[in-house]
């Protein structure tokens, strides 16, 4: 007999999938960790009916490892009662297609044996956020901006990464080309199967553009519901980098992955709706920013700098901040400004609401819509005021207005955070910050090829 799922689940999702896909005979089950990486395993047809009617069980110190998958004790979260399982189920409406693999794919979220959702687990936080904002009378509205780059699948003759041909002509880009529909057309044959996939796996995928570097694009998506916006994040990432896989190329996430161009943001827009689906971040019938919108700007703005480490989670992270053009690290906020850290955009009215610009591609999206939602459910809470918009055309500076300056205060700035512990979770919190000090100390006793080069045989 199947038991309730307390994902909300149920076995019909599960046979129209199977009715739908007669030829699918496999499924990958995707946790998402701390880093925004899947975790989970590939399931034979047959199996997707257990997963729906008694979950998955898998193990919780899953949450307890670094980037590479090792454990960190200091988590709290490695062989706890024996190194025991927790069961996983199935996210409703995460189940799909992707063509290029020929699997299924589903998203799966932790629970306790008593059916609570297993707190260290990201995506928990933010549906801890969610039914607060619903607890005060909202419901949360987001999507999110997905930067990335294409690159080979093996170094050059030099051992350097570099940038992959064009999949319609072979040749290689060698200039910046913003918004060139002509770039974008000899990747048409990728980009086509870039959406062909997301029709099979509930995706919204709207404009693609070439960005602000060489062999750097921008998807975005449709405006929902914010926590299926971040469930979109992690599904799109899969997506993009199965697809280019087939393709011999590589997509990748790197924050800043060539020091000399444009790092890649995942910029998260976000409004409030109230119980019958109104915008509360709508202008003044007099045309003016929404009182209740500023007060959620002024929150998210005094808590930038505790959070930090979420929005640039990595060492590589904190390379996009080297040049701050169009990467703000700032608490600042403005109308139609790209330099500042939370902007409003011109197209507003019954539409409006703020860009975070903050976060980097690498950051895992359900951190970082937990973070930013707590932000501005605090601001309205406490009816914070925003202060001045920054309205001239200058850059703020680097990491300033008291942010940490440093991958490593940022882990200070987290850890003494009473803000930020509230916003992921007591277990959460422990975890992450005990994962990044034990990434930190792994790379501060790797010795980069560079280092060798300057000073090895000089000084």
């Known amino acids: 007999m199947a038991s309730p799922s307390p994902s909300g689940s149920s076995m019909k999702e599960a046979q129209t999938f199977l009715d739908r896909y007669s030829d699918v005979q496999a499924v990958d089950i995707v946790l998402t960790d701390c880093h925004g990486i899947g975790r989970g395993k590939i399931i034979r047809r047959h199996e997707l009916a257990s997963l729906y009617g008694g979950g998955r069980p898998m193990p919780s110190s899953l949450f307890g490892q670094d980037v590479a998958g090792d454990d960190v004790g200091e988590t709290g979260l490695v062989m706890v009662d024996g190194g025991g399982d927790k069961r996983c189920w199935p996210i409703p409406g995460s189940l799909g297609l992707i063509p290029s693999t020929g699997r299924g794919q589903v998203l ?17 936080a ?79 995928l709207e404009s693609v ?62 409004s409030l709706t109230d119980p019958q689906g109104n915008n ?44 701050t053009l169009y990467s703000p690290a700032s608490d600042t906020w403005g109308v139609e400004n790209r330099n500042v850290a939370i902007r409003v955009p011109a197209n507003g009215g019954k539409a409006r609401h703020f860009e975070h610009r903050v976060a ?41 207005g008291g942010l940490p300056r440093s991958w490593r205060d940022s882990m200070d700035a987290l850890e003494a955070s009473p803000f930020a512990r509230a916003a992921l979770g007591e277990e959460l919190h422990r975890a992450f910050v005990a994962v990044k000090r034990a990434e930190w100390s792994r790379l501060a006793l790797t010795i980069p090829d560079t280092e060798w080069s300057l000073y090895g045989f000089v000084v």
């Not at 999949?167 to 060139?180: D, F, I, K, V, Y």
């Not at 299926?228 to 997509?251: H, S």
């Not at 209740?292 to 998210?300: D, E, F, N, S």
């Not at 601001?379 to 001045?388: L, M």
Request: glycine letters at 10%.
């Open 108 to 124: 799966v979220s932790m629970y306790r044996d008593d059916g609570r959702p297993f707190a260290a687990e990201p995506r928990n």
């Open 126 to 204: 933010l549906v801890a956020r969610v039914d607060d904002a619903r607890a005060a009378g909202f419901t949360p509205m987001g999507a999110f901006e997905l930067e990335f780059y294409l690159i080979d699948n093996g170094p050059d003759n030099r051992g350097q990464r570099r940038l992959a041909p064009y999949p319609l002509t072979g040749h290689r880009p060698e200039h910046r080309n913003t918004m060139s529909v002509d770039e974008l057309d000899q990747m048409s044959p990728f980009l086509d199967a870039i959406y062909a996939g997301a029709e099979h796996l509930g995706l919204t």
């Open 209 to 270: 553009i070439s960005e602000y570097a060489v062999g750097q694009y921008e998807l975005t998506s449709r405006y929902r519901d914010l926590l299926r916006a971040a469930d979109d994040v992690i599904i799109a990432k899969r997506l993009i980098r199965a697809t280019a896989r087939r393709f011999g190329l590589e997509a990748c996430f790197m924050g800043k992955p060539f020091g000399d161009q444009a790092g890649s943001g995942m910029h998260l827009h976000l």
């Open 280 to 323: 509360r971040f709508a202008d003044a019938a007099d045309g003016s920013l929404s009182p209740l919108m500023l007060q959620a700007i002024a929150g998210v703005r005094d808590t930038i700098g505790e959070t930090m480490l979420v929005l640039a989670p990595f060492q590589n992270s904190w390379r996009r901040f080297a040049s």
């Open 360 to 400: 980097g591609i690498d950051a895992n999206p359900y951190m970082v819509a937990a973070v930013t939602l707590a932000g501005a459910l605090e601001g309205i809470a406490q009816e914070k005021s925003p202060g001045p918009a920054h309205e001239d055309d200058s850059t703020p500076s680097s990491l300033g």
